[in-house]
């Protein structure tokens, strides 16, 4: 049974940074994407970074971009996000997922088939 485990998440102030992990057990993943998506209260998931299994390819929303960094250690089943100068506007609950086919990089939710339970991150300014 495949299993995403999110961790890493808190209550900073805005121009800090966090480095949230995700673990996965089950599966070694191997030619998946993982990616990280967020919700806000009251707003739709959406999309924040994607990695592809070799990490030669990754994407970014352009409100995270040149901000957030996604990488993935596949030994450990673990893909993580460095998130660097945090605005109010960067507070959700994280969630990671990996994607349902191999040798795809997705950025939208209904591409992804397992998801961790999610992390909060809070953002105060």
């Known amino acids: 049974q495949v299993q995403l485990v999110e961790s890493g998440g808190g209550l900073v102030q805005a121009g800090d940074s966090l480095r949230l992990s995700c673990a996965g057990s089950?599966?070694?993943?191997?030619?998946?994407?993982m990616g990280w998506f967020r919700q806000a209260p009251g707003k739709e998931r959406e999309f924040v970074a994607t990695?592809?299994?070799?990490?030669?390819?990754?994407y970014y929303a352009d409100s995270v971009k040149g901000r957030f960094t996604i990488s993935r250690d596949n030994a450990k089943n673990t893909v993580f996000l460095q998130m660097n100068s945090l605005k109010p506007e960067d507070t959700a609950v994280y969630y990671c997922?990996?994607?349902?086919?191999?040798?795809?990089?997705?950025?939208?939710?209904?591409?992804?088939?397992?998801w961790g339970q999610g992390t909060q991150v809070t953002v105060s300014s």
């Open positions: 997922a990996v994607s349902r086919l191999p040798g795809v990089v997705p950025v939208t939710p209904a591409e992804y088939g397992y």
């Open positions: 089950g599966s070694t993943f191997g030619g998946y994407a």
């Open positions: 990695i592809n299994w070799s990490s030669s390819r990754a």
